[in-house]
């Protein structure tokens, strides 16, 4: 038995002890109020920190057997055990696990469940079987989570999973050093991944992108949820991806999360029990087939950025759409128009035309009510560059208008108000400014083509239903100061509230926040959020 697991356990027979002193100490006349009590408390806390440095200061673990210990210490009192055939085959295991009972043998499930959610890796809790009968398997029964460090035998990775018979949630962080996940990857090693009938939701992490080959048969009946990533699916033979994750191989699966993986160049997922698909920086694909008649939510984030995939989706119930990636209507093909109520989708503000981007989803999805717009400024922009945004003639009837403006120093009055012109509907603005300007970066000049064109400068919108503006992350500068004066000059009779909330690391003056304070009409609440010794708090003229 390793050393470790030694001093755990002597540790935790002495606080068992200390307990049971808790125990007599109750039984004798004056119970609570007594000097032996008071001594036998002592003794326990000082057992208690013990047990504590010897499971490495498993804090969550000591509260729960010190919760359990203090309000019925007789649970932890052991009880004398027969012995089965192994020990009758083995006295000497017989020995070794009687002498240990009156250890870790006696814990409940929930505190055994605890101590081995502190080891460090699957192979330490697989090694806790030397404890006692109670812990034979347990690792396996018990745990829901698995860590491989540092492993380079990607079969034994394989065969570990393989003794997993938990139901419940499962989930496996492989952590294999670069030099070991290139080699393996170099002669296509792969990790076995079996079939987890009882299990309700897994989750796989690897490193390096290992390759994962999937059971070539079998239902994973129970799963609910799956998450893959940092991973590679190679030539899978029998069952590629897409058929592991349609109805045939996970029947009852509402929620699908794959990320950061090469994936194979075809992959066709059909499923009718899928409720959300996150495909997040996939690589390889070629053509993407999405077929789920109860699907409500799609994100995909940088998955068609090279080659122009074609891309078809039938998903007649989608009501939320994030789609931060390439789209083209001649390669993106929705078999049936969704009813999208929630839309997120991305573009660059500046540039050349045919700029990849996703902003002319906002035109197709016309009964979007939430609409995101993530808008990047590009770092170098010279006269050549247009207003992109400006291409987008229609938006849908937005009650919800969120934007995420990567100004990168520019000024972003031009593009908002153009947007704005089209949105005069809406109840909710929200406005988050990434404003960072890195090292050796010029912000631009007043002659920048940012400055392009003037209107919303001089022309007033009417924004009649607006009711509630939010401004996060700004910085002071004066572009950003003069946009909450031109904001609050347009018409917006129903403006009830407006809150700006200032970057974390920015140093706000009193001067500033007097000046916008000052923009605020009677009738509008104009709530400012600084940041002081890392606490949010609201600004006050008074103080």
Known sequence: MDAKVDEMSKAYQELVAAAQAILE??????????????????????????????????????????????????????VVTTPDEDSVRSPTRSSAESSSSSGFGALPDEVLRHILLRLPSAAAAARTSLISRRWRNLWSTLLPKLRFPGVTDLARVGAALRLRVAPGKL??????????????????????IPCFEKATEITIRLRGRLGIQLPPSGVFA??????????????????????AVSSEGCPSLRELRIRDADVVSNLAIRSESLRLVQLSRLEGIRQLTISAPALTELDLYAC?????????????????????????SSSVRFVEKPNVHRLSVYGMVYGRRNTPGSLQLVQH??????????????????????????????????????????????????CVYHLLKMSTGIR???????????????????????????????????????????????????????????????????????????DPLVTVSEKVSRK???????????????????TRVKYSAAN
């Not at 998450?227 to 033979?237: T, Y």
Request: glycine share 6%; proline share 4%; hydrophobic share 45%.
């Open 25 to 78: 100490a109750r039984r004798q006349p004056g119970g609570e109020n007594t000097a032996a009590m008071d001594a036998a408390r002592e003794a326990f806390e000082q057992r208690r920190k013990l047990f504590a440095v010897a499971c490495d200061d498993a804090d969550a673990l000591v509260q729960s057997a010190r919760q359990s210990i203090v309000s019925d210490p007789g649970r932890f009192v052991d």
């Open 171 to 192: 989930c496996f962080d492989v952590i294999t050093p670069a030099a070991a996940a290139a080699g393996a990857a170099g002669t296509g090693g792969a990790i076995q």
């Open 222 to 243: 129970r799963l609910t949820a799956l998450s893959l990533s940092h991973c590679r699916f190679d030539d899978q033979g029998q069952r590629d991806l897409g058929d």
């Open 304 to 328: 068609l950025l090279w080659g122009m995939p074609m891309v078809d989706i039938f998903a007649p119930a989608l009501e939320t759409l994030h789609w931060v990636d390439f789209f083209s």
């Open 365 to 414: 999805f016309t009964e979007a009510r939430d609409v995101h717009l993530s808008l990047v400024y590009p770092s170098i922009m010279d006269m050549s560059c247009e207003l992109l945004v400006q291409a987008v003639k229609k938006l849908p009837a937005v009650e919800i208008l969120s934007l995420r403006l990567l100004t990168i120093g520019h000024t972003f009055g031009p």
């Open 428 to 502: 909710e603005l929200k406005l988050k400014l990434e404003d960072h300007i890195a090292d050796g970066e010029v912000p631009c000049s007043s002659g920048c083509v940012c400055y392009e064109p003037q209107a919303w400068k001089k022309n007033n919108i009417s924004l009649n239903f607006l009711q509630k503006v939010e401004i996060n992350n700004l910085s002071g500068a004066e572009r950003q100061i003069y946009f909450v004066k031109r904001l609050l000059r347009w018409t917006m009779p129903e403006l009830k509230t407006i809150t700006l909330s200032f």
């Open 516 to 534: 916008l304070l000052s923009f605020s009409t009677p009738g509008i609440c104009m709530e400012i959020y600084l940041h002081r010794n890392g």
